[in-house]
């Protein structure tokens, strides 16, 4: 935990946050912090500053200023189909760790159904792992999720208003098209499940102005491919 993320409830005062729970806990036997010591905090969708611990025992008292803004988000909105349950948790994190400002977990043919049916695709979930990923980069903003449960009408009928204004590009490691670096303009992502998209899908993609690209002949998981190509990208 990177910054401690503060919520409007947390406030008892104007500058005085009482905090419970996992933070409570990730200070104390983390951190190992005490009274007097000052630890980097921020607003969920607000500002960073620094908190000054003033009690820690059954509860954690922080006096806070918030003092700058949280750093910008990517240009980029990815669009992912839905990860195996078990990699899910990670993927969000990393996502929103490395300052990606949407995100939209839609289907595919190499999905499974039974993924759809994860308690990790509940909304405390999807909001807790965006949480620790924000703590992890020191950011505030939580990138936007969605969830799409069908191909083709979302592909068909939202994506291209989606990627309006932006450089459409689809992660496909059967193109022979490189992937760019260091993009100058917002970007849409699309990156398909293990076993990657079947080539019905890349030519819907195709069809609304999505260019396949590829980071070469290695096979990536998909937490991997995610990162490696946002890296590549910005």
Known sequence: MNLVLLHADDFVAESRVRLIGRRLEHVANIHRAAAGDSLTVGLENGRIGRGVIVRLDDALELAVTLEHDPPEKLPLTLVLALPRP????RVIAGATSLGVNRIVLFNAWRVEKSYWKSPRLEEENLRHQRILGLEQA???I????ELRRFFRPFVEEELPGIATATRKLVAHPKTAAECPRNVREPVTLVIGPEGGFIEQEITSLE????????????????????????????
Do not use: C, H, M, Y
Request: no cysteine.
């Open 86 to 89: 078990k990699v899910l948790n």
């Open 138 to 140: 020191r950011d505030t």
């Open 207 to 234: 069809q609304i102005g999505f260019e396949p690209v590829s980071l070469g002949p290695r096979i990536l998981r998909v937490e991997t491919a995610v990162a490696a190509v946002i890296a590549r990208l910005f």
């Open 142 to 145: 939580l990138p936007q999720l």
